[in-house]
Nanobody, 115 residues
Framework: QVQLVESGGGLVQAGGSLRLSCAAS????????MGWYRQAPGKQRELVAA???????NYADSVKGRFTISIDNAKNTLYLQMNSLKPEDTAVYYC?????????WGQGTQVTVSS
């Protein structure tokens, strides 16, 4: 009932910036929270940033001060602004929506940061 489509991934040099987008469709009124996760080779999938309906945010320690999560309700789109990127940020990034029937995931988008 909730579909997520990501965009914005790519290759960037260390110190650069990217903005990931996740467009939601379907039963968007059932969404209670959204977040970004990432999984790098040899590592577990981890929460990068989350945002609640009230606008409260939570960030992994490794990205605090560099990444910003936000929602544009008019466009039904979740964003992750990533600044000062580091090689260790290289991973597949997934957006997630928590809704009344469970959780939905995007397809994932590759972010590669070169040194």
């Amino acid at each position: 009932q909730v579909q997520l489509v990501e965009s914005g991934g790519g290759l960037v040099q260390a110190g650069g910036s990217l903005r990931l987008s996740c467009a939601a469709s379907g039963s968007i009124f059932s969404i209670v929270g959204m977040g970004w996760y990432r999984q790098a080779p040899g590592k577990q999938r981890e929460l990068v940033a989350a945002i609640t309906r009230s606008g409260s945010t939570n960030y992994a320690d490794s990205v605090k001060g560099r990444f910003t999560i936000s929602i544009d309700n008019a466009k039904n789109t979740l964003y992750l602004q990533m600044n000062s990127l580091k090689p260790e940020d290289t991973a597949v990034y997934y957006c997630k929506a928590d809704h009344l029937l469970g959780s939905s995931w995007g397809q994932g988008t590759q972010v590669t940061v070169s040194s």
